[in-house]
Nanobody, 123 residues
Framework: QVQLVESGGGLVQAGGSLNLACAASGRTFSRYAMAWFRQAPGKEREFVAAIGWSSGSTYYADSVKDRFTISRDSAKNTMYLQVSSLKAEDTAVYYC????????????????WGQGTQVTVSS
């Protein structure tokens, strides 16, 4: 019913930047909260940032504040995550999520997930 497709991951040096994108299709997203999570090998899926699709209000994990920026373009049904000043600890698969509720920092707060895009930061 809702499809989410991430893109933009890659291999970068520490201190570098990437722009991740999540293209949404299948349903209207005017009342959806959307978010980015990430998961490194052997670790739990971790909240990164969230955005209210209608209001544009944004929320960030403390570990990424002032380095990552979440945004969306409603005309393109696309959400973005600009990641800057990357550290080795940012290496993970980054997942796009959407849900029919207020923005949340927990995995259970979202109903739809993309397949993920790999971000690798060399030390």
């Amino acid at each position: 019913q809702v499809q989410l497709v991430e893109s933009g991951g890659g291999l970068v040096q520490a201190g570098g930047s990437l722009n991740l994108a999540c293209a949404a299709s299948g349903r209207t997203f005017s009342r959806y909260a959307m978010a980015w999570f990430r998961q490194a090998p052997g670790k739990e899926r971790e909240f990164v940032a969230a955005i209210g699709w209608s209001s544009g209000s944004t929320y960030y994990a403390d570990s990424v504040k002032d380095r990552f920026t979440i945004s969306r373009d409603s005309a393109k049904n696309t959400m973005y995550l600009q990641v800057s000043s990357l550290k080795a600890e940012d290496t993970a698969v980054y997942y796009c999520a959407a849900g029919y509720r207020h923005p949340s920092s927990v995995v259970g707060g979202y109903d739809y997930w993309g397949q993920g895009t790999q971000v690798t930061v060399s030390s």
